[in-house]
């Protein structure tokens, strides 16, 4: 079965420290891994986009890791800002039909 | 260019009444996808519609149904509407399964 399993559920963490956010995963065959913020009642917005190749992506204080051989992925928050505190949400996708399996998401909050 | 748009953005419904969302993709994209985002279940996939065809489908009731135009802009309908279908509804956009681009969400409160 295709599934897409994010933890912790839900973190808070002091501003300006480190957090690291989890993705496991089972859907197969794969094509890409993305991982998405969403603020509270907006959409969700994409951060980094993997494909089976990439072991590392950046975007500015977010660093996400994928080990396609162990269908893990994390993604990294450096030196954490309270603009931080979201839904970040993990979707992994197939190589044909447009098939795409997300997680139910981690909720981060940030707090001075 | 201009992002995935959704509207209404908010709305108010009524148990049994129906309603009708309304997605505009990014210029191009002819993917459009919606999905039901509660806070328990996370985001579910509702159905996908690509070139005005229904691609996927996810499992919801028949309730649920949607359309798309020649313009690529699509539609959600739901239909005798029911306390738990009170969520945010979600439009994503995609050119040729290159990831989604979502709009804001339309939040939906049916009482």
């Known amino acids: 079965k295709n599934q897409v399993e994010q933890s912790p559920q839900s973190l808070i963490i002091l501003e300006g420290k480190n957090c690291t956010l989890q993705c496991n995963y089972t859907v197969s065959p794969f094509s890409n891994l993305r991982w998405y913020k969403q603020d509270t009642g907006r959409g969700p917005v994409s951060l980094t986009i993997m494909t089976f190749s990439e072991n590392t992506k950046s975007n500015g204080r977010y660093t996400a890791t994928l080990d396609a051989d162990t269908k893990q992925s994390s993604l990294h928050i450096t030196a954490s800002q309270l603009s931080d505190s979201a839904s970040y949400i993990c979707v992994v996708s197939k190589p044909t039909g447009n098939q795409f399996y997300f997680g139910t998401g981690t909720s981060l909050t940030v707090i001075p | 260019k201009a992002g995935v748009t959704q509207t209404p953005r908010y709305l108010i419904k009524t148990r049994g009444q129906q309603v009708t969302l309304s997605c505009s993709p990014i210029?191009?994209?002819?993917?459009v996808s919606w999905y039901q985002q509660t806070p328990g279940q996370g985001l579910q996939f509702l159905f996908e519609?690509?070139?005005?065809?229904?691609?996927n489908k996810g499992n919801f009731p028949g309730r649920f149904s949607g359309r798309q135009f020649s313009n690529s802009r699509s539609e959600m309908n739901v239909s005798t509407l029911e306390l738990g279908d009170s969520a945010l509804y979600l439009c994503a956009s995609s050119f040729e399964g290159n990831g989604y681009t979502f709009g804001s969400g339309t939040r939906l409160t049916v009482v």
């Open positions: 210029s191009g994209h002819r993917s």
């Open positions: 519609y690509f070139s005005e065809t229904q691609r």
